[in-house]
């Protein structure tokens, strides 16, 4: 697959940024222009006005060289030689040659006498002081400014001037069939998805064979599902196959600091869709703005209700004949508004979860066509089969560290080594190689870490130990990881049982090994404490308690749904629920404990073979099940 350049982006960033500061420079250009002209030297500041006897006096000396007539009967004269001027208040000019005089209105006399003397004169209109007009009007023009630079900043600036007088504009971006499209085989994973869809892009191809049958086609399509399993991916794909318009925005773009502004974007929006019709309308992260009305402070009547409100208007402004399909995604649809989910508006919905094993699978064939992989050692299969629970997100990130991991290498192609290194980086942690733990310390986290691996071996539907490693990673000393044979969407009563008990299985090991307790655990307790308390309050696995759900949620959002639950039970009720979780946790506790203490041996063999080669895996956990040492090879 040859690989689009993104020339074209980075030329429009470039630009967009000088765009940006441009502003800013003209600004600091008028400021530097406007303090070059009040520093500019004056030749009125240097006048002297004097009294008209003066002017009559010196007029008869014939001291005046030459002078210049206005229109408002100023006399702008300039004397032969510098002289002592005294101006009409009695202060004492020296040196100077500038003055000037108001004449009277009739002087025309004057002028025979002007020829007299042989002085130069001309007849002048009247001058305007532009460096005192710019000077006047300099601060309104740099506030002016820096409200338009101001203004341009908020809003990206991306179309020049415009943009100042283009609040309401849609901020959506089109693409077109000339761009490179994505098809349904660059998406995996989402097999029942791509098959719902298929009446969409036969809609759009064809929009006259379902209305000659009478059909109507879903307006709105909303894809729900987890972060990362591609909804956006997929909404693409489909614009991809039926060769149309694509329009693709965020929630958060339509709403912004300026009332209105949101729901002039939803209309402008809707208006390109029906011009380039038939198209597609892609909302990511519809939840942004589709959130329950009501929610806010005062009532909730705020901008991005507005926008909603406008949002759902056009949703039931469609023609008939209008070819606009909108989609959606979101992974909190417990969050939107009833209204938007009613039949006519996004009347279907779109399950995109996270992918089982033959998904992983299809996605990783299509993330490794990128690179340069050992097609003997790695096997998609067997990575697909460790990686359970990651959607397409997580799995290409995974490419990416193992590609990365193998150039850092210096190598020619991506062995299974570096995958495995890349999923214990993705699943574990990074390793802090750094940190440095004293043998106290390495003594108590081997032990603590082989005392969930010896619990997990012996408890009942417990997932079977993938590895062992006391390096530190993470936050945490040491990881025990597990992994499911099969993929799991149920999960019985006695396989929680066993998952508390493996939990509880390091403080359990450091109990009997050291008869101390240390932080190690805290995490575990937290994790063992959360699940019991479901089971007691959500899932109906407490026998005392019975098959009863407790603490009903708030039905009252405000700022999203389940922020809080109040308490639908009583006080005795709250203590048996107490009494319940505690009793769990230590029968877990005791579980553990009884295991341990049957499998000392084991224990003891696993947390030395820990110290000496700080990880072990699946093979080596069979190994030392059966009393055998592991040799240097087996070092991992």
């Not at 349904?184 to 998805?193: N, R, S, T």
């Not at 990575?383 to 997580?394: F, L, R, Y």
């Not at 006695?494 to 240390?518: D, K, Q």
Request: net charge neutral; charged share 25%; aromatic share 8%.
């Amino acid at each position: 697959m040859k690989k689009p350049t993104k020339k074209p982006k980075k030329q429009l960033k470039r630009k967009s940024k000088a765009k940006n500061s441009s502003s800013f420079v003209w600004l600091a250009v008028l400021f530097f222009v406007m303090l070059s002209l009040s520093l500019l030297p004056n030749e009125s500041a240097n006048e002297v006005e004097i009294s008209y006897n003066t002017y009559k006096r010196l007029l008869s000396d014939g001291q005046i060289k030459e002078a210049s007539i206005e229109n408002d009967n100023s006399f702008h004269g300039e004397l032969s030689a510098p002289a002592t001027l005294i101006n009409k208040n009695g202060a004492e000019f020296t040196d100077r040659t500038l003055f000037v005089v108001y004449l009277p209105a009739d002087y025309a006399e004057q002028i025979k006498v002007w020829d007299e003397k042989n002085i130069e004169y001309n007849f002048e209109g009247e001058k305007i002081d532009w460096t005192s007009w710019l000077l006047g009007f300099a601060p309104w023009l740099l506030l002016i400014g820096f409200w338009i630079f101001m203004i341009r900043r908020m809003q990206g600036s991306n179309n020049g001037m415009n943009n100042v007088f283009s609040f309401g504009k849609s901020k959506a971006k089109m693409f077109s069939s000339k761009q490179k499209k994505v098809k349904f085989g660059d998406v995996a994973g989402c097999i029942e998805a791509k098959e719902e869809l298929e009446e969409v892009i036969a809609y759009l191809k064809s929009p006259k064979k379902f209305e000659k049958l009478g059909g109507k086609i879903p307006r709105g399509v909303l894809l729900v599902g987890p972060p990362g399993t591609g909804k956006t991916l997929l909404a693409r794909a489909v614009a991809g196959e039926s060769n149309v318009p694509f329009f693709s925005i965020s929630g958060a773009d339509f709403v912004e600091m300026f009332v209105g502004v949101g729901a002039s974007r939803v209309r402008d929006l809707f208006e390109q869709a029906n011009k380039n019709s038939p198209a597609i309308i892609f909302i990511d992260e519809l939840d942004a703005v589709g959130r329950q009305r009501g929610a806010g402070l005062g009532g909730g009547h705020d901008e991005r209700e507005q926008t909603l409100n406008q949002l759902l208007v056009e949703l039931d402004g469609f023609e008939n004949s209008s070819s606009v399909i909108v989609m959606a995604a979101t992974n909190r649809p417990d969050v939107l508004d009833s209204a938007l989910l009613r039949p006519g508006r996004f009347d279907r919905q779109v399950v995109v979860d996270v992918p089982d094993l033959q998904g992983r699978h299809d996605i990783l064939k299509i993330h490794t066509k990128k690179i340069k992989i050992n097609k003997k050692s790695v096997k998609l299969h067997d990575i697909a089969k460790g990686t359970p629970g990651m959607v397409g997100a997580d799995l290409a990130n995974l490419v990416n560290e193992a590609a990365l991991l193998a150039s850092r290498k210096r190598k020619t192609t991506v062995d299974n080594n570096d995958f495995e290194e890349a999923k214990d980086k993705v699943l574990m942690g990074v390793q802090r190689k750094s940190m440095v733990l004293s043998d106290e310390e390495k003594k108590v986290t081997a032990y603590h870490e082989a005392g969930h691996a010896v619990v997990a071996i012996f408890s009942p539907e417990a997932d079977p130990v993938h590895k062992v490693t006391i390096i530190p990673r993470g936050r945490a000393l040491g990881v025990t990881m597990q992994l499911p044979l099969d993929e799991k969407h149920g999960y019985s009563k006695t396989y929680i049982l066993s998952r508390l008990a493996v939990m509880m299985g390091g403080r359990s090991a450091e109990e009997i090994i050291f008869n101390e307790i240390t932080t190690g655990a805290s995490n575990d307790i937290e994790r063992a404490t959360s699940i019991a308390r479901k089971m007691v309050c959500e899932w109906g696995m407490s026998d005392a308690m019975g098959p009863m759900s407790f603490g009903k949620k708030n039905e009252e959002i405000f700022l999203g749904r389940e922020i809080q639950s109040h308490r639908d039970y009583s006080e005795q009720t709250a203590q048996q629920i107490d009494h319940e979780v505690v009793t769990i946790i230590k029968d877990a506790q005791k579980t553990s404990h009884k295991i341990l203490t049957d499998h000392i041996d084991l224990l003891h063999l696993m947390a030395e073979q820990l110290l000496e080669h700080e990880t072990i895996d699946e093979a080596d956990i069979k190994l030392l099940v059966a009393g055998k040492k592991l040799s240097k090879k087996n070092n991992k």
